[in-house]
DNA sequence: TGACGTCGAGACCACGTTGTCTCAGGTCGG
DNA sequence: CCGACCTGAGACAACGTGGTCTCGACGTCA
């Protein structure tokens, strides 16, 4: 048998500030001005110490100095998201990662999965852990369990959607006010009926969204229709199954509006297994990753998402730096990229019923790639 | 002026278990056997300790906990990926944290850019913050540095590409035997000048992907021709202009191979722009979102990403188990996913020179949107 | 040369928690 | 009825670090 076959995890032996201090023959006292930097130290003892440290590979422990430290800060956030795996919250991650690192602060990911006690006990997880603050991306329908977490000095920024029951930083897209630009823009293309393909109903922006809808549709003096309207479609198949539904419908839309990438998908999925991507108008809430490639590209209202989690990031820290000004949500502008779906005129629905006839490409030239886009609030 | 105007931060008061200890009067060292789930108290005792914490608002601080606890772990892992917003990385991160949840591990983020020194810097960050354990997706050429942490007592498991002058764990896919199988593929169709679009020639899966295109060739008896091979495009404007510049070749190629997503997506904008999409065969590397729903659907050598972000996070938990066996490579197999782009016969490049007649299209019928893989090493 | 000021290094302790030990009180067998 | 044994709660110290204070050494100037 070989050496050390203990088979419990043993404590591994790193070397403390303790075993610099020996080596290089200060205290450790001295070993801790010199790892922070302090100036007022002989240049040669911190010499002998940074050899020391250099010799024994030591690397300071930040879990016991912030624990000792008076700020008690840990350098670190916790970002709550849906799905670290889905393009939106993965571009959140990304930008609120490179403002935290300008500061050398890490991030601590958790997916929510649009659960509610998912949010509550990752919060908790990441409090535990004394993370300086966090960013949100609730799932629930009450923020107030981290009212208490305010009060000891946890800060709290919410992106994409605001909180609710409680009084905090947010930053978000201007939902319901950009689906009215997206069915003003369908209805702009000679659309009457114009179908709703949206997300779970519980979710704050999804009823925005729908309210918007609602409202565009209103404001026109246009009916809003029960069965043209289709929600909690969690799913890129639950959004395939609900327009292949709709479009059965004696009296289908011409048009559809998705309110959020997953149904985007789907639904452009579907439309393209009818054969009706060129007759069936359509515009996305969200962009999404090739959205340009299809034929034809699909149109979308899309959020700056990069301007959501950098301002999130940048509002977190300023809160951090003592700023106590009274919390505010902050709206970011979305942007209408017109690529051919959402062009379509309600002429091209009309015209062939259910035929295998190719009406011709209603799109700009391929050469035109990247459409020209319309600013909104 | 109201109360507490101090400017700095001061340090929030979060009750303590001295606190918790003080209203529930029992000692301190008794709430941490409540706190802990110890069973040896008196369950009045421990009632009157959890009403106490209750009432405080009372939660543990796993920083000090890790600090004096006996395996001095802190329930988190860090994980270095390339780019948190890229969709391979993100699908990586998700599964990792999905097997961490279930050990209630909390996973740490940092995307490196392919830049060797954030991979130090930021494994040195996670280090500091004593993590348990790493996830890496070397973006360098030597984790050489890593071996006085792994002795130190840091877990590290490897991801997509195996460690370089260091013995650790990895899980990756057979990125040379799936770059055959695709040439392979393509030269089924009757391809004999097959052109290899690559990323960073540094990233040691380009190299592999690179290899295996190379001895496809030459078993299969072809020439490799200097032309016909292109490395270095990080993004997707380098592999848009690379692919026009080789189809512009006097002998240009009839089949592509492109060895990473963003590599395929440039490839596939550049084919469309020029109107060969259905002339030129493409096959990539890396699945992606949407792959399907291009016309021609992309065909594509996928990697099973949430196969080796499961396994590397497995793997790593059953070393800080206090698995002792010596460090393994874990090969996770790939699958070739044919959905149009890959099967376009040669004859479709060689017949019209530069038209803008559209051949009849070679793909299966819209209806089979998820074609069939074969299975391979 | 001596009183004083300055400056840098170390002693000491606390941050919030838990491992270890002690000890009071109870139980049981001889 | 007493000693050995067990049970459960508290005292104490320590994890690795940094804030605070002390103190010796040195320099300055009268």
């Known amino acids: 048998m070989p050496e050390g076959s203990s088979e419990q995890p043993k404590r591994p032996n790193r070397p403390t500030m303790r075993d610099v201090a020996l080596l290089a023959r200060v205290a450790p006292k001295t070993v801790s001005r010199v790892v922070n930097g302090v100036p007022t130290v002989d240049p040669a003892m911190a010499a002998r110490v940074r050899e020391a440290a ?43 990662e490179d403002i935290a690192r300008e500061r050398g602060v890490l991030v601590l990911i958790g997916s929510l999965d649009e659960d509610p006690a998912r949010e509550r006990e990752l919060a908790q997880e990441f409090i535990d852990r004394r993370v300086d603050g966090l960013v949100v991306v609730p799932a629930g329908q009450d923020q107030g369990y981290l009212r208490a977490e ?63 809808y609602r409202h565009a549709l209103e404001v026109a003096g246009l009916p ?101 000004t009274p919390p505010a949500t902050t709206v970011v502008p979305t942007r209408l990229i017109a690529r051919g779906s959402g062009e379509i005129p309600v002429a091209a629905a009309l015209a062939v019923p259910a035929a295998a006839v190719e009406p011709p490409a209603p799109e700009p030239p391929a050469a035109a790639a990247r459409a020209e886009g319309a600013l909104d609030v």
Do not use: W
Not at 61 to 73: F, I, K, P, V
Not at 74 to 80: A, D, E, N
Not at 151 to 178: I, K
Not at 315 to 321: A, E, G, H, K
């Open 224 to 324: 809003v229709a029960d069965a043209l309207i289709r929600q909690d479609l969690t799913t890129e198949q639950a959004a395939v199954a609900a327009t292949r539904e709709m479009l059965a419908l004696p009296e289908p839309p011409t048009a559809l509006f998705t309110s959020q990438n997953l149904v985007t998908i789907g639904c452009s999925r579907a439309l393209r297994e009818l054969g009706m991507q060129d007759r069936v108008a359509m515009v996305g809430f969200d962009d999404f990753p090739l959205a340009d490639l299809l034929r034809p590209g699909i149109s979308v209202m899309a959020q700056d998402v990069e301007a959501i989690g950098t301002l999130a990031a940048r509002i977190l820290f300023r809160r951090l730096d003592g700023d106590r």
């Open 54 to 96: 250099r010799k024994l590979g030591y690397r300071p422990n930040l879990t016991a100095s912030s624990l000792r430290r008076g700020d008690g800060r840990t350098r670190s956030i916790g970002m709550l998201v849906e799905d670290a795996a889905n393009p939106y919250s993965a571009a959140l991650i990304r930008s609120v």
């Open 150 to 212: 305010q009060q000891a000095g946890t800060c709290v920024v919410f992106a994409d959607r605001e909180p609710r029951l409680l009084e905090a930083d947010a930053v978000v897209s201007d939902n319901r006010e950009s689906a009215v630009t997206a069915v003003r823009h369908l209805m702009a293309a000679g659309h009457r009926r114009i179908g709703y393909l949206g997300d779970l109903a519980s979710i704050t922006t999804a009823a925005q969204r729908l309210d918007g």
